[in-house]
C-alpha cells in the first residue's frame, strides 16, 4: 500500500508510538476523577452519619449514659455542634475543592472523628468500633494509601487519649490499660496494610488501562493518518456492501464526497458488464476467501469510467468487509496501447519477414567485422551461396579482389556517413562474375551493417551500350558538322564566283531573255548562298565555333536598324510596319549586336512574307524585371496548332513550299540557337488565319556609360526610377 507523500515517516512513527505522556495524562485524569468521585460519595456520607449521630445523641445516648441527665444534654450538644463541624467543613472543600489533596485529608480525618463521635455517644460499645473499620474501606476507595495516615493518626490518638483518660466514652468501662488501645490500633494498622496494598493494585490497573487507551488511541490515530493520506482506495463495507468507513482516496476515485459514499452501496457504482463478475467474487469473499488483485471497472459520478484493482476480507466478527484498491485506468490504457504496438510490431515482423521471404534482393545484416548476421533465401540465386553458407562467413570473400580494397573504404565511410550506396563486383559460387549494388546503412546503436544488394550485371551492361551508342552518336554528329561546314565553305567560294559573273553580265547590257536568265540565275544564286550561310552558322553554333561577342546592346538602336532595313520590303508587299506603342526609354540587353541584328532581320521578315498585302506587322517591346521581351506579331496567316511544335525544326517550312514564298527553313531554327547561345529565350504563339507573335527574351543590363559611371562612382543614386519593374517601350 503506498501511502501519500504528505504523510511522512516520522508523522507515521509519531502517530503510532504509544505515548507514555498521554498515558500520563489519562492516568491522572482517572484517578481526578476518582478522588472527585470519591470525595462527592464522602459529601453525602457525612451528612446522613451527621444526621444519623443527631438520632443517636436523641435516642440511644440516655440508654447508655443512665443517671446522667446533664450528660444528655451535653451529647445532644456535641452530636450538633462538633458533629456539624466535622461534617460541613470537608462537604464545604468537597463542593469547594473537589480532588484536592486537602479535601481528601481533610474528609479521611473528619471520617474518622465521625466514629469517634458515634463511639463516644452510644457510650463506647464495641459495635460501633466497627464504624471505624468500615470507615477505613470506604476511604480505600480513594485508591490512595495516603488517606489511610491522617485517619489512623486520628483514630490512635481518639484510642491513646480516651482510653487514658475517659475511658467510659470509647471502651465503656470505666478504667483501662493502656495495652487495650494498643491492640484496638494494631487491629487498625492491620487492616491498613490490606486496604493499601489494594490502593497499590488498583492504581496500577489504572495505570495499565491508561497505557493501554493511549495506545489504542495511537493506533486509531495512525489508521485516521493512513485513510487521509493513502493513495489507495481503503474502506469498510457492511454485508449489503454498503459503505461504513472511506479513506481519503475514496472521493478521488469516484467523485462522490466522503459524505456521500457513506451508507452508499458500492455495488451501485460497479460498471453494468462487471457487476455479475463482482457478485461472484463478493460471494467468495464473504465465504472466507479472501480476494487479491480482483480487477473491475467503476462508473465514477461524472460518468466516467475507471478501472480498479482490488484485494478483500470479510471479517466475521465485525461484520465487514475490508477492501484495499487501487486505480489502474492509466496502467490499464497504458496496456491497451502496449499491446497495440506488439500487434503492430508482430504485423510489422511479418510484413519483413513476408518482404525478405520474396524479396529477388539480397536482404542482410552484417556485424562491425562484415561477418553475416542474417540474409534472406535470395543470396542463393545472386551468389549461388545458401544462408547457412554466408552466415558467419565476411561479405568480401564474395568480392572481386581488385574491388575488396574500394568496398573497404567505402564501408569504413558508411560507418561515418551513415548511408551509402556501392556497385563493385562479386564472385559467384560457379566462378562467374556478376556486379552488385550495394545499399549500405549502419547503425552506431546496434553496431550493424544493414545491406540490400541487387544485382546490376543487365542494368551495367545495358548503360554500357547505351554510353557507347551515345558516344558514337555524338561523333556522327560531330562529323555531320564537321562535313556541312566543310562543304559549305567549299560551296561558298565557287557560288561566290558564280554570283559575282552573274552580276558582271547583268551589268553588260543582255538582251532581255538573257537579262530574265541571269535573273533566275542571281536569285537562284543568292537564295544557295542564304541558305549556305544559315548552314554553316547552324553547324558553327552546333561544334560550338560560333563566336558571340556579348555585351549592353540597345533595344531601341536594334529595333530601329531592323525596321530600316525591312521597311522597303514592307513597302513593296504592302504591309504595314510599325512599332507600339511608342516611348522614349531606352533599355539595353546582353547580346551579340551582330546576331541579335540577323535574328530580329529573321522574325521581321518572316512576319512580312507570310501576311497578305494590307496586312500589319507590329514590334512590341516589354520590360519584366531582369528580362527585355521583344515580340513581333504579324495579322498573316497564322500556323497550325498541330505546327507550331515544329517552328524550329530546320528546314521544316510547315507547309510553306506550298504558298510559293521563298524560304530556306532554317532561319527560325538558327534564331533558336543564336539567342540560346546569348542566353535568351525564344517562342511563338499563333492563330491560324489570324496572325502569329514571334517573342524573345534576354538578359537587361545597364547602359554602357552609365555601367562605367557607377564603377567611377560607386555612391551614385540608383538610375532606375521606383515603379520601372515593368514598362513598355517602343521606338520609331
Ligand atoms: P523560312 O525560310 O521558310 O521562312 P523559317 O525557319 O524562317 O523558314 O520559318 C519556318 C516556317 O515557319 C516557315 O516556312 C513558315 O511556314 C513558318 N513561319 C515562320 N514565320 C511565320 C509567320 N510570321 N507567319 C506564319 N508562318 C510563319
Redesign the pocket.
Known amino acids: 500500500m503506498k501511502i501519500h507523500s504528505s504523510l511522512t515517516t516520522s508523522e507515521f512513527s509519531a502517530a503510532l508510538a504509544a505515548p507514555s505522556e498521554r498515558a500520563e495524562g489519562l492516568f491522572r485524569e482517572q484517578r481526578e476523577a476518582v478522588y472527585r468521585a470519591t470525595d462527592h460519595l464522602f459529601a453525602r456520607l457525612l451528612v446522613l452519619e451527621w444526621a444519623v449521630l443527631i438520632v443517636v445523641a436523641l435516642l440511644v445516648a440516655p440508654g447508655s449514659w443512665p443517671g446522667q441527665t446533664g450528660r444528655i444534654d451535653l451529647q445532644i450538644w456535641l452530636a450538633v455542634v462538633f458533629g456539624g463541624a466535622i461534617t460541613l467543613l470537608p462537604v464545604a472543600l468537597a463542593q469547594l475543592r473537589p480532588g484536592a489533596a486537602i479535601t481528601r485529608y481533610t474528609i479521611a480525618a473528619c471520617q474518622m472523628l465521625h466514629s469517634g463521635l458515634l463511639i463516644g455517644l452510644s457510650g463506647g460499645r464495641l459495635e460501633t468500633h466497627f464504624h471505624v473499620f468500615c470507615s477505613l474501606v470506604i476511604l480505600s476507595f480513594y485508591r490512595d494509601w495516603r488517606v489511610l495516615v491522617p485517619a489512623t493518626l486520628i483514630v490512635a490518638l481518639d484510642h491513646f487519649l480516651r482510653g487514658a483518660y475517659w475511658p467510659v466514652s470509647i471502651y465503656g468501662v470505666l478504667s483501662s490499660g493502656s495495652f487495650r488501645s494498643v491492640e484496638h490500633c494494631a487491629w487498625v494498622v492491620f487492616e491498613d496494610v490490606f486496604l493499601a496494598i489494594a490502593c497499590f493494585r488498583s492504581t496500577h490497573e489504572m495505570r495499565a488501562t491508561a497505557l493501554r487507551t493511549a495506545a489504542l488511541e495511537a493506533s486509531q490515530h495512525a489508521n485516521q493518518l493512513i485513510m487521509d493520506k493513502s493513495r489507495d482506495v481503503i474502506c469498510a463495507n457492511d454485508a449489503e456492501g454498503r459503505f461504513v468507513s472511506v479513506s481519503a482516496a475514496c472521493e478521488a476515485l469516484w467523485g462522490y464526497k466522503r459524505e456521500e459514499l457513506i451508507g452508499k452501496s458500492c455495488v451501485e457504482m460497479v460498471h453494468p458488464d462487471d457487476r455479475e463478475r463482482s457478485r461472484l467474487a463478493n460471494l467468495e469473499i464473504m465465504g472466507g476467501h479472501p480476494v487479491t488483485n480482483f480487477e473491475n471497472r467503476y462508473v465514477r459520478k461524472d460518468g466516467k469510467v475507471v478501472d480498479v484493482l482490488w484485494s478483500a476480507y470479510w471479517s466475521e466478527s465485525d461484520g465487514t468487509l475490508f477492501q484495499v484498491a487501487r486505480d489502474i485506468t492509466k496502467r490499464k490504457r497504458a496496456e491497451v496501447a502496449l499491446q497495440k504496438t506488439n500487434r503492430q510490431l508482430a504485423s510489422a515482423h511479418q510484413a519483413n519477414q513476408l518482404i525478405m521471404d520474396n524479396s529477388q534482393d539480397v536482404i542482410c545484416s552484417l556485424d562491425a567485422q562484415g561477418r553475416f548476421l542474417s540474409t534472406n533465401a535470395a543470396c542463393q540465386s545472386l551468389w549461388g551461396y545458401s544462408a547457412e553458407e554466408l552466415i558467419g562467413r565476411c561479405y568480401l570473400v564474395l568480392v572481386h579482389p581488385e574491388d575488396r580494397v574500394r568496398s573497404k573504404q567505402v564501408e569504413a565511410g558508411t560507418r561515418t556517413g551513415g548511408k551509402t550506396d556501392l556497385i563493385n563486383r562479386c564472385l559467384r559460387k560457379d566462378g562467374s562474375i556478376i556486379d552488385v549494388l550495394w545499399s549500405v546503412s549502419w547503425s552506431a546503436a546496434d553496431e550493424i551493417l544493414f545491406c540490400v544488394a541487387h544485382d546490376v550485371t543487365e542494368r551495367q551492361r545495358t548503360e554500357k551500350a547505351l554510353r557507347e551508342a551515345k558516344e558514337a552518336a555524338d561523333r556522327a554528329n560531330r562529323a555531320k558538322s564537321e562535313f556541312l561546314s566543310r562543304m559549305s565553305h567549299e560551296l561558298r567560294t565557287p557560288l561566290n564566283a558564280i554570283l559575282g559573273f552573274g552580276q558582271l553580265l547583268e551589268r553588260q547590257a543582255p538582251q532581255p531573255k538573257q537579262r530574265l536568265h541571269l535573273t533566275h540565275l542571281l536569285t537562284a544564286g543568292h537564295h544557295l548562298l542564304e541558305l549556305i550561310n544559315e548552314v554553316l552558322d547552324i553547324s558553327r553554333i552546333e561544334t560550338g565555333r560560333m563566336q558571340l561577342s556579348l555585351g549592353p546592346v540597345s533595344v531601341k538602336v536594334a529595333l530601329k536598324e531592323a525596321i530600316d532595313l525591312i521597311q522597303p520590303l514592307a513597302t513593296e508587299h504592302s504591309i504595314h510596319l510599325f512599332v507600339a506603342p511608342k516611348n522614349e526609354t531606352d533599355h539595353f540587353v546582353m547580346a551579340d549586336r551582330q546576331r541579335l541584328h540577323q535574328v530580329l532581320l ?2 521581321l ?3 512580312v ?3 497578305p498585302a494590307g496586312g500589319a506587322v507590329m514590334v512590341n517591346c516589354r520590360i519584366d524585371d531582369a528580362i527585355v521581351r521583344l515580340a ?1 506579331r ?1 495579322t ?4 497550325a496548332p498541330g ?1 507550331l511544335p515544329r ?2 525544326t ?1 528546314f ?6 506550298q ?1 510559293g ?11 533558336r540557337r543564336l539567342v540560346e547561345a546569348m542566353h535568351g529565350r525564344v517562342g ?1 504563339e ?1 492563330v491560324q488565319g489570324e ?2 507573335t ?1 517573342w524573345l527574351e534576354l538578359a537587361r543590363t545597364e547602359a554602357p556609360l552609365e555601367v562605367i559611371a557607377a564603377n567611377s562612382l560607386p555612391d551614385a543614386p540608383s538610375r532606375e526610377p521606383e515603379n520601372a519593374n515593368k514598362e513598355e517601350c517602343v521606338f520609331a
Do not use: H, Q, W
Not at 652 to 657: I, V, W, Y
Open positions: 529573321n522574325l521578315t518572316n512576319g512574307k507570310y501576311t513581333v504579324d498573316g496567316i497564322g500556323i505546327m517552328a524550329f530546320p521544316d517550312r510547315l507547309g510553306a513550299e504558298t514564298v521563298e524560304g530556306t527553313g532554317l532561319g527560325l531554327a538558327l534564331s511563338v499563333s496572325g502569329s514571334f
